[in-house]
T-cell receptor, first 115, second 114 residues
């Protein structure tokens, strides 16, 4: 079975400060890892993904995430937060087996960026 | 491309009524997914299709739920009869392939069952 844990229900950060949204995963094999963002009353939007290769992945809106296999983590980061980054962030994992595998989402972390 | 289209955006119905949610995936995408989002359970995968064929419906909560994909450009999720605990936001998503590919989500249908 595969699972994702987002240990923080909410993260608060001041605009201009760096932000980190944590994600750890559990799969029996090599993972595909994703971050999605959800703004109020909207569907989920893709931010970035790790498939293979460089452990540091850069995505939309200045976000990046680092794949750490030893710690089974895929934390989302941004050097300088904006108020407009305030949203609900989901980490997701699927299993890299070469065949169909479901995407399992975490419970989400609400990011609140204040002036 | 217009993205994934869902209708209606909001649905309010009474317990016992039939509810049909509709989805038009992005053209050329072979995979279609139905998800349900609630505060209590988060985002749950209900069912997904590959080339119009249901592959895994293990997430469908019970027999009251059914989903079809009669062609590559249309899918429905039906609840009959509906119950208050079905109140949630239902998302449809599509992707070109599985595994590595991004899923593109529709705006969702907010269902309220009174």
């Amino acid at each position: 079975a595969q699972s994702v844990a987002q240990p923080e229900d909410q993260v608060n950060v001041a605009e201009g400060n760096p932000l980190t949204v944590k994600c750890t995963y559990s799969v029996s094999g090599n993972p595909y890892l994703f971050w999605y963002v959800q703004y109020p009353n909207r569907g989920l939007q893709f931010l970035l993904k790790y498939i293979t290769g460089d452990n540091l992945v850069k995505g939309s809106y200045g976000f990046e995430a680092e794949f750490n296999k030893s710690q089974t983590s895929f934390h989302l980061k941004k050097p300088s937060a904006l108020v407009s980054d305030s949203a609900l962030y989901f980490c997701a994992v699927s299993l890299n087996t070469g065949t169909a595998s479901k995407l399992t989402f975490g419970t989400g972390t609400r990011l609140q960026v204040t002036l | 491309d217009a993205g994934v289209i869902q209708s209606p955006r909001h649905e309010v119905t009474e317990m016992g009524q039939e509810v049909t949610l509709r989805c038009k995936p992005i053209s050329g995408h072979d995979y279609l997914f139905w998800y349900r989002q609630t505060m209590m359970r988060g985002l749950e995968l209900l069912i997904y299709f590959n080339n119009n064929v249901p592959i895994d419906d293990s997430g469908m909560p019970e027999d009251r739920f059914s989903a079809k994909m009669p062609n590559a450009s249309f899918s429905t999720l039906k609840i009959q009869p509906s119950e208050p605990r079905d109140s949630a936001v239902y998302f449809c998503a599509s992707s070109p392939r599985f595994g590595t590919d991004t899923q593109y989500f529709g705006p969702g249908t907010r269902l309220t069952v009174l």
